[in-house]
């Protein structure tokens, strides 16, 4: 839930409840704009998550603590 943006980037599905899950699939499937609509939104939330953009926040996280440490 704190990734996923009801409805923006995704759906949540209560779990082992495949009736619910079965249902947002098929609204998903069935409406066309909706998915298209998600795109975008679910690219630019799953590039917070790259190895590239993790390692650049670990970096930094690193930089700001090693600044602190006074070596």
């Given at each position: ?11 949540l599905?209560?779990?082992?409840d ?8 098929r ?9 298209l ?14 190895i590239?953009s ?9 930089h ?7 070596v």
């Open positions: 839930h704190d990734i996923i943006s009801e409805g923006e980037t995704g759906f599905v209560r779990p082992f495949l009736n619910e899950y079965a249902d947002v699939l609204k998903l499937m069935s409406n066309k704009e909706a998915r609509h998600m795109i975008p939104e679910v690219q630019r939330v799953a590039e917070m998550f790259s590239q993790i390692a650049d926040r670990w970096e930094d996280l690193l700001k603590v090693k600044g602190g440490l006074n």
